[in-house]
């Protein structure tokens, strides 16, 4: 017999921009690079990295911003600058420790990122949530960044469930498309200063103004769309 369609199995996060405002953070790093060699910032440079992976940005930052030396001296360099601004103060979003525990009572849950390994692990742990998921995938661990769907349809991966059958809650154009291409349902958090374009948010199933809304009620409510 086919198993229930409707169920829901799993709840995968995004990171910056979902639990943490941190896209305002990795947006000044990079320009603050570029203003120290005084390479002018490209107006669309900000959106098209958002997403991507360490391999990706870094390359973009080096060929089409044209900052550093080369891609692998402009990741080191964000990367420390990005640790540097956790270890002084980490932007928490409201409701966020709240909405994992909540949802971890209830489903596995996972986490996709496009940040680096080293930063998921250290904002999990200062989030002090790290026991609750079961399985994170940082983008550099796979082929491609978002909005290809690799790192999504990983964490459903070493979830043991299928995408289908799994929940993605996204805060940008790129991390929607990447999570709905993964074939996951989507809830969408748009971020206030880097809202996503309508193409992407129509790929959602649900959209809410907080991570408060972000409810068991609300996750169980979209099996049948």
Request: aromatic fraction near 4%; include cysteine.
């Amino acid at each position: 017999m086919p198993s229930t369609a409707s169920a829901i199995d799993a709840v995968v996060f995004d990171m910056d921009g979902v639990l943490t405002d941190t896209e305002t953070l990795w947006d000044e790093v990079r320009r603050g690079l570029a203003a120290e060699e005084g390479v002018p910032w490209p107006e669309e440079a900000t959106r098209a990295m958002m997403g991507m992976s360490t391999a990706e940005w870094s390359a973009y930052m080096a060929t089409t911003v044209g900052v550093g030396a080369d891609a692998a001296d402009v990741a080191e360099r964000t990367i420390a600058a990005m640790a540097d601004r956790y270890r002084e103060h980490l932007p928490t979003l409201p409701g966020a420790v709240e909405a994992i525990e909540r949802l971890a009572a209830r489903w596995p849950l996972g986490l996709a990122s496009s940040s680096p390994r080293r930063l998921i692990d250290t904002v999990l742990d200062q989030l002090g949530v790290t026991e609750h998921f079961r399985a994170t995938v940082s983008t550099e661990e796979v082929a491609a960044g978002k909005p290809a769907p690799d790192g999504y349809a990983r964490a459903c991966e070493l979830l043991g469930v299928d995408p289908a059958r799994a929940v993605a809650v996204e805060d940008s154009s790129n991390g929607m498309r990447s999570a709905a291409a993964a074939g996951m349902r989507v809830i969408a958090v748009p971020h206030e200063a880097f809202p996503p374009a309508p193409d992407a948010l129509a790929l959602a199933s649900a959209e809410v103004r907080s991570l408060d809304e972000v409810t068991v009620e609300l996750v169980e409510g979209l099996a049948d769309r």
